[in-house]
T-cell receptor
């Protein structure tokens, strides 16, 4: 079946580095998305990976391993404003690009 | 450029009442989506539209209807609300429906059904 798994909650310290993992099972592979969602707000796009490896965007990086069905989001130099939920999502199949979403990882940043 | 907007932001209904949620986008996107978000679960697709005048069912369509009479608007209707429909509803849009197309979300509607 199709499924996306993420840890429910993580805690990290301001200024530190945190890695949020995501494992996925989909029919075929058409990339993987990461979105950020602050409490009470809409999800906003962070990254899209379709090739293996690490893509860096400022303090945020996203990694993909297609052979392992695994991705992670790496957040560096954590700031209090990074406290949010991070959602992993992937297209269902090669013929259906509707997204299947993970339940999200709530990241709590402590001073 | 407002992006994706939703009205209303909050609503409380009694069981059996009906309501319509409105989504509007000003980005000239072809695809539009309605999701619901419940605690401990991922976003679930209710219905979506691939263009003006067309709609399709998503993962959890029962109890909902939609219409896309104009390209910029996507309406979600609840004909007879049930407590199980208490949720946060998000509308989203994307330029097209390709696998790499980013979805842009509205601010959400928080619906409580008593």
């Amino acid at each position: 079946g199709q499924n996306i798994d993420q840890p429910t909650e993580m805690t990290a310290t301001e200024g530190a580095i945190v890695q949020i993992n995501c494992t996925y099972q989909t029919s075929g592979f058409n990339g993987l998305f990461w979105y950020q969602q602050h409490a009470g707000e809409a999800p906003t796009f962070l990254s899209y990976n379709v090739l293996d490896g690490l893509e860096e965007k400022g303090r945020f990086s996203s990694f993909l391993s297609r052979s392992k069905g695994y991705s992670y989001l790496l957040l560096k130099e954590l700031q209090m404003k990074d406290s949010a939920s991070y959602l992993c999502a992937a297209p269902l199949s090669d013929s259906n690009y509707q997204l299947i979403w993970g339940a999200g990882t709530k990241l709590i940043i402590k001073p | 450029n407002a992006g994706v907007t939703q009205t209303p932001k909050f609503r409380v209904l009694k069981t059996g009442q009906s309501m319509t949620l409105l989504c509007a986008q000003d980005m000239n996107h072809e695809y539009m989506y309605w999701y619901r978000q419940d605690p401990g679960m991922g976003l679930r697709l209710i219905h979506y539209s691939v263009g003006e005048g067309t709609t399709a069912k998503g993962e959890v369509p029962d109890g909902y209807n939609v219409s896309r009479l104009k390209k910029q608007n996507f309406l979600l209707g609840l004909e007879s609300a049930a407590p199980s429909q208490t949720s946060v509803y998000f509308c989203a849009s994307s330029l097209a429906g390709g696998p790499a197309d980013t979805q842009y979300f509205g601010p959400g509607t928080r619906l409580t059904v008593l």
